[in-house]
């Protein structure tokens, strides 16, 4: 038994070993340039009135180098949450779009996985970032994100 631990052992060994050569000898000039990357930020929101023009303030606020999108999805809301992102959209300049999503009548999808489709097929970025409407971001999310 102990023959039979020592050599899984030495095999585990020798297969972090491999691994690790394997990783540090990669092609690093394969991934692309940070750069020329662009985020999107995809917000599904439903009622979410007393909080999306904090999270909206604090995407504006980034310290991003790179370019980013906000695509925020309306899923309904019964509280005026679209006119205020409507609101932020006409009085701050930052890439924001606002989709409205309407019930398709399918139970076979969440409420919050159709808002979620609908703004992934949008998104134009090489990177997709999701939040909720009612969190907050600080001004270095995107940036460690990435």
């Known amino acids: 038994m102990e023959i039979f631990v020592g050599i899984a052992f030495g095999g585990y060994c020798l297969l972090l070993i491999t691994l690790s050569y394997a990783w540090s000898k990669r092609d690093k000039t394969a991934s692309a340039d940070e750069n020329d990357l662009l985020l999107s930020v995809v917000i599904p929101v439903r009622n979410e ?3 999306i023009t904090r999270l909206l303030k604090d ?3 980034q310290q991003l180098k790179n370019s980013y999108e906000i695509i925020v ?3 309904e809301s019964e509280d ?3 006119e205020k992102v409507e609101a932020f959209i006409r009085n701050n300049d930052c890439p924001v779009t606002l989709i409205h999503q309407q019930s398709n009548g399918k139970a076979t999808i969440t409420p919050k996985k159709r808002a979620l489709n609908a703004g992934v097929e949008v998104a134009n970025g090489n990177i997709i970032v999701t939040t909720d409407g009612d969190c907050r971001a600080p001004s270095t999310w995107l940036q460690q994100l990435l």
């Open 49 to 51: 009135v007393d909080n």
């Open 59 to 61: 995407l504006k606020g």
């Open 73 to 75: 999805i309306d899923d």
């Open 80 to 82: 005026g949450t679209d």
